[in-house]
């Protein structure tokens, strides 16, 4: 992949993770999210990105179920620097965009 292609690849996934979050903050079921604490954004912000980062996805609906695919031993080993640069990624976005235009934590 060419280095372009990758910051491009972390930005727009880091930026669908930052709007997610702040839409999910607006559902009266996650407003636990909304929590007067930057730790639960961060926590939840850091979940979004391991599972892009390693590769892990979750499949199905309520009727059959759902089922969750973690990659082996070897590959989430090999992820942990595009784990860094998610999380990164998706903090500079928040303190720049979100933060910046006033939206609460």
């Known amino acids: 992949m060419e280095p ?8 727009t996934t880091g930026a669908v993770v930052v709007y997610l979050i702040q839409w999910l903050k607006a559902i009266p079921q ?10 639960v ?5 850091a979940v979004a990105a391991a599972m892009i ?10 009727s059959t179920g759902w089922a969750i695919t973690i990659p082996s031993a070897a590959m ?12 990164v990624v998706q903090q ?13 934590r």
Request: without cysteine.
């Open 4 to 11: 372009s292609d990758e910051i491009m690849t972390h930005l």
């Open 30 to 39: 996650f407003r636990w999210i909304s929590a007067d604490s930057g730790v």
């Open 41 to 45: 954004n961060r926590v939840v912000s």
């Open 53 to 62: 980062a390693f590769g892990i996805s979750v499949t199905g609906d309520a």
């Open 76 to 87: 989430l080993a090999g992820s942990a620097w595009e784990f860094v640069k998610q999380v």
């Open 92 to 104: 500079v976005l928040y303190d720049g965009v979100v933060q910046k235009a006033g939206v609460q």
